[in-house]
């Protein structure tokens, strides 16, 4: 989900004034979230620990990603020990413009500022992070999905010829700007066949709400049958697809894959 994690953890807004000096930034090592509310993340950035006294005296922040930025306007919150130094803080998602739809999340420069007095830098952390990469970027992927995707009324229902296949997708967008989709493609599957295939056009995710996908689709007995009888005996359906977002450097795929239960 790499296009999600890079448009969770970003956002642009006022800076603050350039910096009186800059200190160099400890290199980023990865970064963790927790997903606490669908409009709010928690970020941990981790890296080694500061070689010189602890920074102290620091009143603000800021983050970067690429040429996205926000001011971060809580307490700044920094740890020192066990060999690292750790900054957390929460993003606010309805904050987020759409010019972080520009970052190629595969390859983020990512800074964290601290700032203290005059708005000289005391403490900074910064890198190049893959957010596809676990090791580099931790989040959960089941709390992405509770938070972000949902499938709701699926059913399978076997007739004489045909067997219909319903269920609603759900899709959030926490963000404040609208995001554009060219186009989603899903496939359900159950045991080893291939009960359903699903393609929508394009439509736009609205602003910090959620877009519904009706899937209902009949589909040859002759064609689903060994994967009916398997959902029936009570094997989960795979819902596996991408949804695809219009993005300034083109179109950006989205994997989807979900477990449902009978």
Same mark, same amino acid.
Do not use: C
């Given at each position: 989900?790499?296009?999600? &994690?890079?448009?969770?953890l970003t956002?642009?807004?006022?800076l603050? $004034? $350039?910096p009186?000096?800059? !200190?160099? *930034?400890?290199?980023?090592q990865r970064?963790?979230v927790? #997903?606490?509310?669908?409009?709010?993340?928690h970020?941990?950035l981790?890296?080694p620990?500061?070689p010189?006294? *602890?920074?102290?005296?620091?009143?603000?922040?800021?983050?970067?990603?690429? /040429?996205?930025?926000?001011p971060l !306007?809580?307490?700044?919150?920094?740890?020192?020990g =066990?060999?690292?130094?750790?900054t957390?803080?929460?993003?606010?998602l309805?904050e987020? @413009? %759409?010019? #972080?739809?520009?970052?190629?999340p595969n390859? /983020?420069?990512?800074?964290?500022?601290?700032v203290?007095?005059?708005?000289a830098?005391?403490?900074a +952390?910064g890198?190049?992070?893959?957010? =596809?990469? *676990?090791g580099?970027?931790?989040?959960?992927?089941?709390?992405?999905?509770?938070?972000?995707v @949902?499938?709701?009324?699926?059913t399978?229902m *076997? =007739?004489?010829?045909?067997?219909?296949?319903?269920?609603? &997708? =759900?899709?959030?967008?926490?963000?404040?700007?609208?995001?554009a /989709?060219t186009k989603?493609?899903?496939?359900?599957? %159950?045991?080893?066949?291939?009960?359903? @295939?699903v393609?929508?056009?394009?439509f736009?995710?609205? %602003?910090?709400q959620?877009?519904?996908?009706?899937?209902?689709?009949?589909?040859?007995?002759?064609?689903a049958?060994e994967?009916? /009888?398997?959902?029936?005996?009570?094997? $989960?359906? +795979?819902?596996?697809? !991408? &949804?695809?977002l219009?993005?300034?450097?083109?179109d950006?795929?989205?994997?989807?894959?979900?477990s449902?239960?009978?």
């Amino acid at each position: 989900m790499p296009i999600v &994690l890079s448009l969770l953890l970003t956002a642009a807004g006022a800076l603050a $004034p $350039p910096p009186a000096r800059t !200190a160099a *930034p400890l290199r980023l090592q990865r970064l963790t979230v927790a #997903v606490r509310t669908r409009d709010l993340l928690h970020v941990t950035l981790h890296a080694p620990e500061s070689p010189g006294a *602890p920074a102290s005296g620091m009143s603000a922040q800021r983050l970067t990603l690429g /040429a996205a930025r926000i001011p971060l !306007a809580e307490a700044v919150d920094v740890t020192f020990g =066990g060999g690292e130094t750790r900054t957390d803080f929460d993003v606010r998602l309805a904050e987020v @413009t %759409a010019d #972080v739809l520009a970052v190629d999340p595969n390859r /983020a420069p990512v800074l964290w500022e601290g700032v203290g007095a005059g708005g000289a830098v005391v403490l900074a +952390m910064g890198g190049t992070l893959d957010f =596809g990469d *676990p090791g580099e970027v931790e989040v959960s992927l089941k709390d992405l999905y509770r938070a972000y995707v @949902t499938l709701t009324d699926f059913t399978v229902m *076997p =007739g004489l010829a045909a067997v219909t296949v319903r269920g609603l &997708l =759900g899709l959030y967008n926490p963000f404040g700007f609208e995001v554009a /989709a060219t186009k989603i493609e899903l496939k359900v599957t %159950a045991g080893a066949t291939t009960v359903l @295939t699903v393609q929508r056009p394009g439509f736009r995710l609205r %602003a910090q709400q959620q877009s519904d996908v009706l899937l209902d689709q009949d589909v040859p007995l002759a064609d689903a049958a060994e994967g009916v /009888a398997a959902f029936m005996k009570g094997e $989960p359906a +795979m819902l596996q697809g !991408a &949804l695809v977002l219009r993005t300034p450097q083109g179109d950006r795929v989205i994997p989807l894959h979900m477990s449902v239960a009978r």
